[in-house]
């Protein structure tokens, strides 16, 4: 199962390439944030990065299977909130978790970061995938396949 959030759409695409070369079903998370502008998203927003802590999801999976990925963007160089809300409140005690994260600057540190937000969950850890998008230039779903099939042959580009 590929488990994702995203809010410029950016994101899915990854999950959504992800999904086909794997066989595996798609969970889109949902919260109060994606209705969210402006200012007041700003501020929602600033507040997940300075507290740590995950935001609300209203549309948690009923269950989950034995390997997951999860999906999310960084966001102030910490794993966006509704991902760290799924990942806090659903037992993932005898699931792999692998996240695949995305961010504007591919910065091994968020990758680490994200390593170390998964690291406070009760789980069995996998792998952290990061994959650099442009700001305001959407991805090209080949070229996510592309990257994505070079991750999971372990080929680096």
Known sequence: MIIY???????????????????????GL?????????????????????????????????????????CGPIWGGRLVGPVKYFMENTDLSKTKVNLLVTAETPVEKYRNRALEDL????CIPGEAYIFATKKDIMPEKEVAVEHLQEMLSGEKS
């Open 5 to 27: 959030y995203t809010r410029s759409q950016k994101t899915k695409i990854f999950a959504e390439a992800l999904g086909e070369i794997l066989g595996q079903p798609l969970h």
């Open 30 to 70: 949902q919260s109060d944030l994606d209705n969210m502008k402006g200012f007041k998203f700003l501020t929602k927003a600033l507040g997940m990065v300075f507290s740590g802590k995950g935001f609300p999801v209203h549309n948690m999976p009923d269950s989950v299977p034995e390997e997951i990925y999860v």
């Open 119 to 122: 690291a406070r969950i009760r």
